[in-house]
């Protein structure tokens, strides 16, 4: 009896083991939808909505590099000019021409309407958070993998994600974010995808607030250029350069 229990026991764990596997590869494939090298530049605008008011956009341009580095430089309107992000691995800096040097801020930080300094100085998922498998579930009639995503730091975005991924090439469909109180804040629809230097890329995310569903912005990811990055680009002494 005791041995039939051991055997339950280690093939339960195993199975646990296993699905735990699965989870991962599917947050990192999803990952990939979302990032499309190594080393490449971005151009993304952000258009941001609320109510009757006229919508406001923003212009970035964001330079990504493997080890967790990202520069994000801020290109419209022009008063933001100047401005810059640094993220090296969890840690973040924003650069202000007013303030004369970089200065520490969270990846939880409101950039711009339901944007937050994450939601482009940071795309790791996969290093991010440890994920399970939920489910499954439907969205808009795709098939999709549902996880819930638990973050493995404070300094991430989020401290939690429900996170949809499509079954058929495994690519992020839907998200909702939550604080760490619980609470969610709002939700994110990736769509638009196109196949970019032969990746599938989401090339737009939709943010909804989970209270004020007229407050909304949608990030769109523009011309994009794969290649290798200069050193200097992600130092913070390189930011005060673009003042």
């Not at 499954?136 to 949809?164: N, P, R």
């Not at 839907?174 to 032969?198: I, S, W």
């Not at 995310?205 to 407050?215: H, N």
């Amino acid at each position: 009896m005791c041995r039939l229990a051991l055997t339950v026991a280690l093939t339960l764990v195993l199975v646990s083991s296993a699905r735990a596997d699965e989870a991962t590869d599917l947050v990192r494939e999803a990952d990939r939808a979302r990032r499309p090298a190594d080393s490449f530049v971005w151009k993304i605008s952000i258009t941001s909505q609320e109510a009757k008011k006229a919508p406001s956009v923003d212009g970035f341009e964001v330079f990504v590099k493997g080890g967790g580095r990202v520069f994000v430089k801020f290109v419209a309107p022009p008063r933001n000019v100047g401005r810059s992000l640094l993220a090296l691995g969890r840690d973040l800096w924003i650069y202000l021409p007013d303030a004369g040097k970089p200065v520490r801020i969270p990846f939880s930080q409101r950039l711009v309407g339901q944007v937050a300094n994450g939601d482009i100085a940071r795309a790791d998922y996969a290093g991010d958070y440890d994920a399970t498998l939920a489910g499954e579930e439907s969205v808009d009639g795709v098939a999709c993998h549902v996880l819930d995503l638990k973050a493995k730091s404070k300094e991430v975005t989020y401290s939690a994600i429900k996170y949809w991924v499509s079954k058929e090439g495994r690519r992020p469909v839907k998200a909702e974010f939550y604080a760490a109180t619980g609470t969610l804040l709002k939700t994110g629809l990736f769509d638009n995808f196109k196949d970019v230097g032969g990746h599938r890329l989401a090339t737009r995310l939709t943010l909804t607030d989970a209270i004020r569903k007229d407050r909304r912005s949608v990030l769109d990811y523009g011309e994009l250029t794969v290649r290798d990055l200069p050193d200097k680009y992600f130092d913070k002494n390189y930011m005060r350069t673009l003042d």
